[in-house]
């Protein structure tokens, strides 16, 4: 989209209501003429009547998802910031001025926006997928600093804490190290890389440690959780290493931290090598990882699609 568009809609638009300019430009739209598309929603706004502040919030919404789906991002950002001046506290605007940003890598914007806008429609899936990306993080956008940091308490943190233990306890005779791993250190999720990279690290480390320590009477047990009620969600970092700062339904849905430590305290008195305290789905992911890895890779594929919602949602016009 050019100067030149812009420049070509300034001739006669008062044959037709601005209605009836946005219904075009909708239509234009479907069809997936998305230049078009920006001319009829130019028009609806240069006829648009300056007090009608509600109709020419929504023009600027369409406009500007067109301008998305033409790749133009920065005018995308614009006019949702045009339509957000007219319409404070828009949602639809907040969540496409949150994927502009986040196209044109200002992601601090996109999370604040993104976090508006889901406070505004907490049951919204779109705007909830949007959220997760960026607070779990997708590969391309996270930085490398957030990888670092999750490595280093994650796992340098408990690597350093067994190096520190096991000289005292081979000399004392052996002992016990219970090691808390998660799920996700046996299988990878979409969204998930610098974590599930942490505890697959953690439980590889484990397993050598078990197999060097078996001799002098050390016991090696990994708890791998799956999603318990605590603290994990609200305090995961964004793509940039902020915190997220909100629970998500998977971890308020999730075990009880008493349930866990029970097992937990089980699995050392039975001098478990490893346990998984999961609801079945997770146990089903791991055994399926393993026997039918074509199926897990598949399943995990159309997971790491189900984004695809939020162009989906963003290409409704109003």
């Known amino acids: 989209m050019t100067a ?8 006669p638009i008062l044959d037709k209501l601005p209605s009836e300019w946005k219904d075009e430009g909708n239509q234009k739209f479907k069809e997936g003429e998305y230049g078009p598309a920006v001319e009829c929603y130019t028009k609806a706004l240069s006829s648009c009547q300056v007090e009608n502040q509600t109709e020419k919030a929504v023009f600027f919404k369409n406009r500007a998802q067109a301008y998305f ?25 907040l969540f496409r001025r949150a994927t502009a940003s986040e196209k044109l890598g200002k992601l601090d914007d996109a999370y604040r926006d993104a976090k508006q806008a889901l406070a505004l429609e907490p049951d919204n899936a779109a705007i909830k997928t949007l959220m997760q990306a960026f607070y779990r993080g997708d590969i391309v956008s996270t930085h490398l ?11 340098f943190g408990q690597v350093a804490l067994c190096k520190a233990l096991l000289p005292g306890m081979i000399a004392q005779g052996g002992g016990s190290i219970v090691v808390i791993g998660s799920v996700q250190g046996k299988i ?26 078996s001799s002098r009477n050390v016991f090696v047990t990994v708890v791998n959780p799956g999603y318990v009620r605590t603290g994990l969600s609200e305090n995961a970092m964004t793509a940039d290493g902020s915190k997220y700062g909100s629970m998500d339904s998977t971890t308020a849905n999730g075990m009880s931290p008493d349930s866990v430590a029970k097992r937990t305290i089980k699995a050392i008195i039975l001098r478990e090598k490893e346990v998984t305290v999961s609801g079945i789905a997770p146990k089903a992911a791991t055994w399926l990882r393993s026997v039918l890895p074509s199926l897990y890779f598949f399943i995990m594929e159309f997971r790491a699609g189900v984004r695809k919602q939020i162009d989906d949602d963003l290409a409704k016009t109003d």
């Open 4 to 11: 030149d568009v812009e420049n070509s809609v300034r001739g």
């Open 188 to 213: 990878a999720l979409p969204h998930r890389s610098c974590y599930a990279a942490s505890k697959h690290a953690l439980q590889a480390f484990c397993d050598s440690m078990r197999a060097e320590t």
């Open 69 to 93: 789906k033409l790749s133009e991002f920065e005018k995308c950002h614009q006019d949702c910031s045009e339509a957000l001046t007219l319409a404070p506290g828009d949602s639809k605007a």
């Open 145 to 155: 600093a957030v990888d670092v940091k999750l490595m280093a308490v994650n796992y």
